[in-house]
């Protein structure tokens, strides 16, 4: 897609637009987890944000998040973030983070949470390295069993990221600094798995006092799935059992290493506190 027009982000707030955003969730996903009108409007009411982005007036991408309070400490939960698919890979899904980021540090956020499917290496990498989030809890199951076209047919696990948006992590990450990718080479593989055209994961190495692992995950999931619906399926459940392991013993999921033209890439799980961890 090149663009004629600059993209116009702003905050949803009006009702007609409110709306808008309900019918470009079913355009994206499905009915099945819209998020309805009554709860966003709701939401932008009582600490919530909705930004959209537009084009000559059209939604094309939008992120809504709630607010949290846990622990003594609030904090705002990113649910939705969506961009229409003829406008994939113009950056438009960065944008709306960082002003959603904009927003909550003006609304007093230090800290954005959301979840998303551990598999999706493209997320995930946007999620680590591009943003500088990072995960220490994996939730099996977290939906239930889903039937959108994204997620019918496999246990709907999920990472919860945390954004710690005024960090100097954050900061660091976008800027481009955060990205390591020759700094971690040397750690070790966590999760053994056979790189052919289909890969397929084996055994999960035990945990040691190591500074960190690499954990292979597919790199296309989606297109896994419709070529080999019982390796996408090993691959849910060998990737649970090492991350729950690795977060068992304190480490962190830091970061995502892309390998280029390759059908894996790897999670970056770091033997780090918090302190470190901002470092």
């Given at each position: 897609?090149v663009?004629?027009e600059?993209?116009?982000y702003?905050?949803?707030?009006?009702?007609?637009?409110?709306?808008?955003v309900v019918c470009?969730?079913?355009e994206?996903?499905d009915?099945d987890v819209v998020?309805?009108?009554?709860?966003?409007?709701?939401?932008?009411?009582?600490g919530?944000n909705?930004?959209?982005?537009f084009?000559?007036?059209?939604?094309?991408?939008f992120s809504?998040?709630f607010?949290g309070?846990k622990n003594?400490k609030?904090?705002?939960?990113s649910?939705m973030?969506?961009?229409?698919?003829k406008?994939?890979?113009?950056g438009?899904?960065?944008?709306l983070k960082?002003?959603q980021r904009?927003?909550?540090?003006?609304y007093?956020y230090?800290k954005?949470v959301?979840?998303f499917d551990p598999?999706?290496?493209k997320?995930?990498y946007?999620?680590l390295?591009?943003?500088?989030?990072y995960?220490?809890?994996?939730?099996?199951?977290?939906?239930?069993?889903?039937?959108?076209?994204l997620?019918?047919?496999?246990?709907?696990?999920?990472?919860?990221?945390?954004?710690?948006i005024c960090?100097?992590?954050?900061?660091r990450?976008?800027t481009?600094v955060?990205?390591?990718?020759?700094?971690?080479?040397?750690?070790?593989?966590?999760?053994s798995?056979s790189?052919r055209?289909i890969?397929?994961?084996?055994?999960?190495?035990?945990i040691k006092?190591?500074?960190g692992?690499l954990?292979?995950v597919?790199a296309n999931f989606?297109?896994l799935?419709?070529?080999?619906f019982?390796?996408?399926k090993?691959?849910r459940?060998k990737?649970?059992?090492?991350v729950?392991?690795?977060?068992?013993?304190?480490?962190?999921?830091?970061?995502?290493?892309?390998?280029n033209l390759a059908?894996i890439?790897f999670?970056v799980?770091e033997?780090k506190?918090?302190?470190?961890?901002?470092?």
């Amino acid at each position: 897609m090149v663009l004629t027009e600059p993209i116009v982000y702003k905050n949803v707030i009006g009702l007609k637009e409110i709306q808008d955003v309900v019918c470009f969730q079913e355009e994206i996903w499905d009915k099945d987890v819209v998020t309805p009108l009554p709860q966003l409007i709701a939401a932008t009411h009582n600490g919530g944000n909705i930004v959209g982005a537009f084009n000559d007036g059209e939604l094309i991408g939008f992120s809504y998040g709630f607010s949290g309070f846990k622990n003594g400490k609030k904090y705002l939960i990113s649910h939705m973030t969506g961009v229409h698919n003829k406008y994939h890979n113009c950056g438009i899904g960065l944008q709306l983070k960082l002003k959603q980021r904009e927003w909550a540090v003006d609304y007093g956020y230090q800290k954005i949470v959301w979840t998303f499917d551990p598999l999706e290496a493209k997320n995930a990498y946007f999620n680590l390295t591009k943003l500088g989030a990072y995960s220490k809890t994996y939730f099996p199951s977290y939906y239930g069993e889903m039937s959108d076209k994204l997620n019918k047919g496999l246990p709907s696990d999920r990472l919860l990221v945390e954004w710690d948006i005024c960090s100097n992590r954050v900061t660091r990450a976008l800027t481009g600094v955060l990205k390591k990718d020759t700094l971690v080479n040397h750690y070790k593989p966590l999760l053994s798995y056979s790189d052919r055209n289909i890969p397929y994961p084996h055994e999960v190495e035990s945990i040691k006092n190591e500074e960190g692992y690499l954990l292979p995950v597919p790199a296309n999931f989606q297109i896994l799935k419709q070529e080999d619906f019982e390796a996408a399926k090993a691959w849910r459940y060998k990737l649970r059992d090492a991350v729950n392991d690795a977060f068992s013993k304190g480490f962190v999921v830091t970061g995502m290493l892309k390998k280029n033209l390759a059908n894996i890439h790897f999670y970056v799980i770091e033997n780090k506190t918090m302190e470190s961890l901002y470092d």
